[in-house]
């Protein structure tokens, strides 16, 4: 039995003493110091006291600084435990090897006692480290071990600290210290603030709660950029180039009221026949295509180009091809097309059918479906596809938001669109060349038709023929009080619709107002006396009706795309400025709380605060 239990190691037992570790990130040279900088016995006694994990210990390195900001640590869970090592002391005698002489002192006078007592606070600091380690290898089998207790909880320190805001030559900060951090109260009367008036010299402003934001150290390595390789240019200079970053695209984009139009692309483009192959024939097929059509939108060109071609050279390289047939328009009746070069399409009015009409697709959100159940299908494709440029009405495809007048195959909004009542001159910043009602009520139709799809119906022509018939082809002071409906005769989203309307016609009025300086605000619109009993309501028993929601087919979705910056209609990457000019927002100046219900005085009131503020934001006065 005594020779079995010979060959294992001893046992010892761990007394249930709760034992917290502090890793103190810096070599301890001062005890006290390093006390000091976790918040002295106080700040260790609640680590102690504390034992839930929520506690943490705080490193200040500088103690008396109060703008110094702790270092955090973070508190792990352990299961360590704290081990008493008894060794025997070493006199530093020593005597020859494999004698049995007396010991002597050693002639280097190399010693592990210490020549002084060390302070107290330094008692660790004074014994050696070499020395401690040779007292373990000398007396291999003489040190006892006795266990102390259990850590289970370590707190280690892995933040870096923020930066600290120098009071050094801060007046204010030095009569702080002096008379209010003291925390004596005969001090504490002789602190005052500095009452005289104006701008003083050092004024201490207020530091930010923290400096830094990064908590944790980040290796940098410091490498350098594995796509930067050296180069020698012309002039023998070694530099450094990214063969890695695609070269920037030189599409020309153009405002609506440039006075020219680019004739050619950039001179710095690399010539054709230096291109690869496949991008070379896209750049001819393109070409082939603007001949036969003079306007595009970057949908429908690459709908029409090499499906083939495409998936050698990746669809981000669009706009590589874009640069070489033509330029684009970033605003106007033309936004984010791309032109032939040359050709001017507010010259004349056979481009009214390649204008552009943009708005926001957003997808209506999926329900969750349970396993197995088969969808009841939808009115609108999902998926790419060489007529995803073509708007019929009945469907949609989620791979742009641009549409040109010539894609609209919807026999009501192509029958708006086909009027011969044009305008005699372009309206570059919205209309194009046709009137604004037109305009205004096929992007309003079409935008309401656009919602209904995405909500998963399928809307009906025979909604929008009342609207059709009541609003002309050009809106004016003189019949804009004829367009609306009697009283109780159209249901509430077909009233905000056709507000819709009337602001999107509005609209393009007031920007030709403002470009031809002051004007008489009531003068042009012509106000007159109340129709009363002709179809507009002049009591306050439907006042709230048009602000109910509106259904399928109200005007709220579908959203022309018109002061934020957005994304390429197509999904390609095209770098275009695709930001700038005139937008399309006909909802800003939103009237609708005067088309059913608040009265003929209340929607002349609108429309005057519409006006003027209008006029306000291009610095006019108001007549």
Same mark, same amino acid.
């Given at each position: ?13 761990v ?9 103190h ?10 006390i ?23 490193? @200040?390195?500088?103690p ?7 270092i955090?640590?973070?508190?792990i869970m ?10 025997p002391?070493?006199t ?17 006078g190399?010693?592990?006692?210490p020549?002084?007592?060390a ?26 071990i ?10 280690r ?13 801060s ?21 005052k ?48 180039k990214? !063969? ?11 405002l609506?009221d440039t ?22 024939r ?12 003079p ?47 040359n ?11 390649y ?36 708007f019929?009405?009945k469907?949609?495809?989620l ?6 007048v ?11 669109l ?7 001159e ?15 009520k ?17 809307p009906?022509?025979?909604? @929008? ?20 409906y ?14 819709h ?21 009531v ?27 509106e ?26 400025? !695709?930001?700038?000019?005139?937008? !399309? ?33 291009a ?5």
């Amino acid at each position: 039995m005594d020779q079995q239990s010979s060959q294992h190691a001893p046992s010892y037992h761990v007394p249930r003493l709760p034992v917290v570790s502090v890793e103190h990130p810096f070599i301890i040279k001062n005890v006290d110091k390093a006390i000091e900088m976790l918040g002295g016995l106080p700040g260790i006694n609640a680590l102690v006291r504390d034992d839930t994990r929520d506690t943490r210990a705080t490193l @200040y390195l500088r103690p008396h600084d109060p703008l110094c900001k702790p270092i955090i640590a973070k508190n792990i869970m352990t299961n360590d435990f704290v081990l008493k090592l008894t060794v025997p002391k070493r006199t530093g005698l020593k005597r020859k090897r494999g004698t049995s002489g007396s010991f002597q002192e050693s002639p280097q006078g190399h010693s592990c006692l210490p020549t002084s007592p060390a302070p107290e606070s330094t008692a660790l600091a004074a014994e050696d480290t070499n020395c401690m380690l040779r007292r373990l290898r000398d007396n291999i089998k003489a040190y006892k071990i006795q266990p102390v207790g259990s850590i289970y909880q370590t707190h280690r320190f892995r933040g870096i600290p923020d930066f600290v805001y120098s009071t050094t030559n801060s007046t204010f900060m030095k009569k702080m210290k002096e008379n209010i951090l003291t925390f004596e109260y005969e001090k504490l009367k002789n602190f005052k603030f500095d009452m005289s008036k104006g701008p003083q010299l050092n004024t201490d402003l207020i530091p930010p709660p923290r400096w830094s934001h990064i908590t944790v150290p980040f290796n940098y390595l410091y490498l350098q950029n594995p796509g930067a390789k050296p180069t020698v240019d012309p002039l023998g200079n070694v530099t450094l180039k990214n !063969d890695q970053v695609a070269p920037p695209a030189q599409n020309q984009a153009v405002l609506c009221d440039t006075q020219k139009v680019p004739s050619g692309p950039a001179d710095d483009l690399p010539p054709i026949a230096s291109l690869e192959p496949a991008m070379k024939r896209l750049v001819d097929q393109a070409r082939l295509l603007l001949e036969e059509r003079p306007i595009w939108t970057r949908r429908a060109l690459r709908n029409r180009l090499s499906e083939a071609d495409w998936n050698i050279i990746g669809s981000n390289a669009a706009r590589y091809i874009y640069q070489y047939v033509g330029y684009l328009w970033a605003s106007g009746p033309w936004r984010d097309a791309i032109v032939k070069f040359n050709v001017d399409p507010r010259e004349d009015p056979k481009y009214r059918v390649y204008q552009t009409m943009m708005f926001i697709i957003e997808p209506a959100p999926r329900k969750p479906k349970a396993r197995g159940v088969q969808s009841g299908g939808s009115h609108r494709t999902k998926f790419r596809g060489k007529e995803s440029h073509i708007f019929d009405g009945k469907s949609i495809t989620l791979d742009g938001k641009v549409w040109q007048v010539c894609d609209i195959t919807d026999p009501q909004l192509a029958s708006i669109l086909s009027t011969s009542n044009l305008r005699d001159e372009c309206h570059v910043f919205g209309d194009g060349w046709f009137r604004n009602g037109t305009w205004a009520k096929a992007k309003m139709i079409m935008k309401s038709k656009l919602r209904c799809i995405l909500d998963g119906s399928l809307p009906s022509d025979e909604d @929008y023929t009342r609207l059709i018939a009541i609003v002309p082809d050009s809106i004016d002071d003189a019949n804009r009080h004829r367009i609306y409906y009697a009283k109780n005769s159209a249901p509430a989203w077909e009233i905000q619709l056709l507000s819709h309307v009337r602001n999107a016609a509005k609209k393009s009025e007031v920007d030709e107002l403002t470009r031809t300086g002051p004007v008489d605000i009531v003068g042009r619109m012509g106000f007159g006396a109340d129709p009363d009993g002709n179809g507009y309501p002049d009591t306050d028993e439907d006042e709230d009706e048009d602000e109910e929601d509106e259904n399928d087919h109200g005007g709220e979705g579908g959203d022309e795309n018109e002061n934020e910056n957005e994304d390429d209609e197509d999904g390609d990457d095209d770098g275009d400025n !695709d930001d700038e000019g005139d937008d !399309d927002d006909d909802d800003d100046d939103d009237d609708s709380s005067s088309d059913a219900s608040s009265g003929r005085d209340t929607d002349l009131d609108a429309e005057v605060d519409s006006y003027v503020q209008e006029l306000d934001k291009a610095g006019l006065p108001a007549g």
